[in-house]
């Protein structure tokens, strides 16, 4: 299309985020944009935002102070550029961002974003936009369909949200305020995006929503599908070999999503469920409606149906009130459990949550100090589990052209980074590699046999299926 215009967008936070970018430059593309790297020759720049953690908003309006710049050079020429901005922050903000940053046209939160070609049209008429209501309509069902050939650029992984939103409101949290009330896409509507997936080459898929293991979506008989549900029937689906899924609450894990992970080879042992901290007096303050004894039984659950699942984790150290008696509970948890991996971060008060107006907030120097020390031990456990398995064999699915020529970038079971000398018509194939090295964050591998290493009908029938669209 030679009047096309172009889209530059800039991803922050969260993978839903990243699953939002992509459904807002699917949005666009009927209406004549496509994407490009390159801000300077952008004429319409979308900041996709996060608001979880401090900060988050300063980064935004000194970016837009440098986005700025290039769009008062174009002034008066015939390439003007539209500044938006959208996600967590815009959410959040509203009016506020139009006020203190003059150059922004739009303003519009994650429920509209199925909306934003006529929001452009809007903004293009002089108007400053701010679009933050909570819509009645289905931003799903209203999105177009993504086009497989906008699909199979995103290779062989892609992401897809099942839910969003989350009504447990955590003391120290944005998302309830954000993002809005729990709701959760049909059934159908979720397969549909999923065969089209896997259609388009993709052989890994993993389901996203702020809480998705609170997912209850409609079924095709009316009843309510719990997740565990809905990944059985994913699992039917040909040429998806993997799924997962993130974040979890520990609250909501369901006896049918523990028999999927019994059950489901294609449900990768691999389990995000944060706990955030060690204490039951912290716990309580932070309302997240479970002790440490209910994460241990549950673990204990989970590690039974799948033994060899690996656990990863969120933390947050210094909430207020928190004594060093209550950190070394969450040391301790963190000893107790073992995790292949974790993310810790200091309390940052969020304006409008709770936590944010409690007394004693912990000084700076002290939540640095834990953070540090849980660091040391998360990553302690993270280069154990790591270490545990060199001179093992796993399944390796190629994802991407390695650091080094002749090299691959694939994924483990267990979501570890796996470099492995491989030819390039491997990649979007799953190989059995043995592991002969161990780096700090990700792990060497050899090829130990040139076939699929789940040979199923259904799978060859998509391996015909990408190689027709290129992918391999
Ligand atoms: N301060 C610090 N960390 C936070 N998180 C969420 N809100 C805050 C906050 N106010 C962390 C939690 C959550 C992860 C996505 O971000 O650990 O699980
Ligand atoms: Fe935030 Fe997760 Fe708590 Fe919901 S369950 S309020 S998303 S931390």
Redo the contacts with the bound molecule.
């Keep these: 299309m030679s009047d096309a215009k172009t889209v530059f967008v800039r991803t922050y936070g969260c993978q839903m985020n990243v699953y939002d970018s992509d459904r807002m430059t699917d949005a666009l593309a009927p209406v004549g944009y496509r994407t490009t790297d390159n801000l300077d020759e952008a004429d319409l720049v979308i900041l996709n935002t996060c608001h979880i953690r401090e900060k988050a908003a300063e980064k935004v309006y000194s970016e837009i102070g440098r986005i700025r710049k290039v769009k008062d050079a174009r002034a008066g020429g015939d390439k003007p550029m539209t500044i938006a901005v959208a996600g967590c922050v815009a959410q959040a903000e509203g009016e506020e961002i139009i006020n203190r940053a003059p150059a922004v046209d739009l303003v519009f939160g994650p429920q509209s974003y199925h909306r934003l070609p006529e929001l452009l049209k809007r903004a293009g008429n002089g108007a400053r936009v701010v679009e933050t209501d909570f819509p009645t309509e289905d931003k799903f069902a209203a999105l177009p369909a993504a086009e497989k050939a906008v699909m199979m650029k995103r290779g062989v992984t892609a992401f897809l949200t099942v839910q969003e939103g989350?009504d447990?409101?955590?003391t120290?949290?944005v998302?309830?305020y954000t993002r809005g009330a729990e709701i959760s896409r049909s059934v159908a509507q979720v397969l549909d995006e999923a065969r089209r997936l896997a259609e388009a080459g993709v052989r890994e898929v993993t389901l996203l929503g702020?809480?998705v293991n609170a997912y209850h979506g409609e079924g095709p008989d009316g009843s309510d599908w719990g997740l565990g549900r809905l990944l059985f029937a994913l699992a039917e689906i040909p040429g998806l070999d993997r799924l997962r899924y993130t974040?979890s609450?520990p609250r909501d894990m369901g006896d049918d999503l523990i028999a999927a992970h019994r059950d489901l080879d294609c449900l990768m042992p691999y389990l995000h469920l944060?706990v955030q901290a060690g204490s039951d007096r912290i716990l309580g303050l932070m309302n997240r409606k479970h002790t440490g004894a209910d994460y241990f039984r549950l673990v204990d659950r989970i590690r039974a149906a799948r033994p060899d699942i690996a656990l990863s984790g969120d933390f947050i150290v210094g909430f207020p009130s928190e004594t060093e008696a209550d950190f070394q509970a969450t040391l301790d948890l963190v000893s107790e459990i073992g995790y292949a991996s974790a993310f810790s971060f200091k309390y940052s008060p969020r304006p409008g949550t709770p936590g944010a107006n409690l007394d004693d907030q912990v000084p700076e120097e002290v939540k640095s100090e834990r953070l540090q020390r849980l660091q040391a031990l998360i990553n302690d456990q993270q280069r154990a589990f790591n270490l545990s398995k060199r001179g093992s064999e796993m399944d390796v699915l190629f994802e991407k052209p390695g650091r080094f020529d002749g090299q691959l970038g694939g994924r483990s079971p267990w979501l570890q980074a796996v470099h492995v000398e491989a030819p390039a018509q491997l990649l979007g194939e799953i190989r059995r590699v043995v592991i002969e090295d161990v780096g700090s964050n990700s792990l060497v591998g050899r090829l130990i046999a040139d076939r699929p290493a789940v040979a199923t009908p259904a799978e060859d029938a998509s391996r015909v299926a990408a190689d027709a669209g290129g992918v391999a």
């Design positions: 989350c447990k409101f955590c120290f949290c998302v309830p702020q809480n974040t609450h944060p």
